[in-house]
T-cell receptor, first 114, second 115 residues
Framework: GDSVTQMEGPVTLSEEACLTINCTYTATGYPSLFWYVQYPGEGLQLLLKATKADDKGSNKGFEATYRKETTSFHLEKGSVQVSDSAVYFCALSLLQGGSEKLVFGKGTKLTVNP | GAGVSQSPRYKVAKRGQDVALRCDPISGHVSLFWYQQALGQGPEFLTYFQNEAQLDKSGLPSDRFFAERPEGSVSTLKIQRTQQEDSAVYLC?????????????FGPGTRLTVL
C-alpha cells in the first residue's frame, strides 16, 4: 500500500544550522506531497506542498522538491531558528478508494537551541 | 475566517462508556476527514465525507466506531464501549473540494483518554 518513510528523530540543532529531514514515499499513482508542522501545543498546519513532479514547495524559508525519480520530498532550510522547534510530518495524498486521504510519516521532532 | 473547531478538547472516559466527538469544519468545505493520532505517531485515516455522504470508512478500526455528517456540515465521531486502546488524539480536517491536490485544514484535536 501507499506509505511514507521519514527520517526518525529527534533532531537537535543550534540556531542558524542547516536542516534536512529526509522523506521518501511509495505510491501506486501520482500523489500530491505535503509537509505539515505541529508546533508545541498547537494543531497540525500545512507548511508547504507540491502537486506534481519537479515542483518545489516553499514557505517560511523551508523548501522541498518533488522528485519522482527518487520518490522523495526532502525538507530543507538553510538557517534554522529557535521558533522552528516543532514536529514535522511528511504526507502524501492520492485519490484512492473513494477519498483523497492523507498518508503520514511518523514525524520528526526538531529542537533548535539558541 | 474561522478555522476547523473541535469539541471537547479533552475527554476522559471510563472503559465501556460511549463518547461523541464533534467537528465544525470551515464553512463551505465539501470534504471532511477524521484521523486518529497515537502518541508519538503520525495521524492515521479513519473516515471521509463528501458533503453528507460517507464515501470511505476503510480506516475505522472496528464497528464500535461510527461517524456521521447529516447536513453536510458538522460531523460527529462516536465511539461505543470505549477501550483503552482507543486512547489517542482524534483530528478532524476539511478541504474545499475533493481534489487530492487540495490542502486539508486541521482542527486542534480531541484528546481522548480511556481509563
Amino acid at each position: 500500500g501507499d506509505s511514507v518513510t521519514q527520517m526518525e528523530g529527534p533532531v537537535t540543532l543550534s540556531e542558524e544550522a542547516c536542516l534536512t529531514i529526509n522523506c521518501t514515499y511509495t505510491a501506486t499513482g501520482y500523489p500530491s506531497l505535503f509537509w505539515y508542522v505541529q508546533y508545541p501545543g498547537e494543531g497540525l498546519q500545512l507548511l508547504l506542498k507540491a502537486t506534481k513532479a519537479d515542483d518545489k514547495g516553499s514557505n517560511k524559508g523551508f523548501e522541498a522538491t518533488y522528485r519522482k525519480e527518487t520518490t522523495s520530498f526532502h525538507l530543507e532550510k538553510g538557517s534554522v531558528q529557535v521558533s522552528d522547534s516543532a514536529v514535522y510530518f511528511c504526507a502524501l495524498s492520492l485519490l484512492q478508494g473513494g477519498s483523497e486521504k492523507l498518508v503520514f510519516g511518523k514525524g520528526t521532532k526538531l529542537t533548535v537551541n539558541p | 475566517g474561522a478555522g476547523v473547531s473541535q469539541s471537547p478538547r479533552y475527554k476522559v472516559a471510563k472503559r465501556g462508556q460511549d463518547v461523541a466527538l464533534r467537528c465544525d469544519p470551515i464553512s463551505g468545505h465539501v470534504s471532511l476527514f477524521w484521523y486518529q493520532q497515537a502518541l508519538g505517531q503520525g495521524p492515521e485515516f479513519l473516515t471521509y465525507f463528501q458533503n453528507e455522504a460517507q464515501l470511505d470508512k476503510s480506516g475505522l478500526p472496528s464497528d464500535r466506531f461510527f461517524a456521521e455528517r447529516p447536513e453536510g456540515s458538522v460531523s460527529t465521531l462516536k465511539i461505543q464501549r470505549t477501550q483503552q486502546e482507543d486512547s489517542a488524539v482524534y483530528l478532524c480536517a476539511s478541504s474545499l473540494s475533493r481534489l487530492h491536490t487540495d490542502t486539508q485544514y486541521f482542527g486542534p484535536g480531541t484528546r481522548l483518554t480511556v481509563l
